[in-house]
């Protein structure tokens, strides 16, 4: 059972995991704590579509949802995270599974597409 991190929700009463950027928890924590988080950015309409797919097949993410003016900071310690340098790797929304990077929106719609999604989040 995944436990819930006390955080302020960004007004949508539908994600009870939501975590605004205006908190103090570290990126690489959020990361290691949850089995699944996504990181988008505040009234991203994609980051909706992750969030629906996810909870479609009975995975309840975290959301992190963050302002324009922190995507640049969170990049950086995502991309450590993933061990990457090149910043145009990660575009937001991005999923991370199990602590590691899964993809954005792209590679999550085609992994549920081929049915190979199962496998990736069975468990969370």
Known sequence: MQTTLPHQTSGDAETPNAITSNE????VQLVAENPVIVFGQRGCCMCHVVKLLLLGLGVNPTISAMDEGDAASVTVHLLKISGEDD???IEFPVVYVGGKFFGGLERLIATHITGEIGSDVEGC
């Open 87 to 89: 910043g145009n790797l």
């Open 24 to 27: 103090s928890i570290p990126v």
